[in-house]
């Protein structure tokens, strides 16, 4: 046994919780707000994130900082969340239309069971298609598909209906380099970007989907960029990065220029919020609308 490693540290009472973010230097002006809110939102996934920044590591808090800064932080990451999850609803929706158009007129409406449609077809990407229909049998399409049509094999214009993001980012990255650049090019994209754009985009869905941070946090799935996005200052390991590939995918869109708006106000409603942290510049609107 290591007798490096820490042990785990027991539970804590909410009171204790604040008792100890007290010890720490944390400014609390209101106790009973305290306890509510840390009733609702855990420590751990309150504290543990949205302290990152405000105090060093094992060390106080800063001069200054505040349970009710952190509070703002928090409420701040849930709104742009929501409001992100929205644009990348749009490119997941498109994106499931045209890989089955596209692949089910090429190949046929059953030819993802055909793994010489595909450049890679590892024995794990076909149990993940047969687990998802599997895991979805009861939802009445796919009941429908089972029950009354031959074989009971699901078509692709259904099957795809059910994939995750990730699993159709998966779907995407197994394709022919060639069928890669046919639905790349309906978005006027080079099929190289678009495939990482599409794996960091899923990504960056999957936090949103479990209601993660996206506020100061580092990407571990990072886009590629364009090289003039980078010589503008834009970084791939930072949302900043998502939205640069999301303007590209959404620029016809009109709602995407409402969203930068109604990003603005968020930024104008959470004034704690440093946009340094997300790797946004002053002119971070201009670098999103054109």
Known sequence: MNDCLKKQQ??????EQIENLKKLGLDIPDEYFAVAFLNNVSYFRFIKAYS?????RNGPYYDGVSFDQLVELYQFNTDFRNLLFSQIEKVEITLRCRISNFFSLKYGILGYQNPENFSEYPDLFIKE?????????RTPFIR???????????????LVEIFSFGMLSKFYKNMHNTDKKEIASTYGIGYTYF???????????NICAHYGRLYNAKLTKKAKLYKQDREAGIVNNKIIGTLTCLKYLLANNRDWYQFLDTLELLFDKYPHANKDTMGFHDNWKDLLSH
């Open 144 to 158: 429908n598909f089972q029950q009354n049509y031959e074989n009971g094999n699901i078509p692709l214009y259904a």
């Open 52 to 56: 990152l920044g405000l105090k060093p």
């Open 10 to 15: 027991p539970a804590l009472t909410v009171e």
């Open 129 to 137: 298609i047969e687990h998802e229909i599997h895991r979805n049998r």
């Open 195 to 205: 495939e990482s754009w599409i794996e960091s985009i899923a990504y960056v869905r």
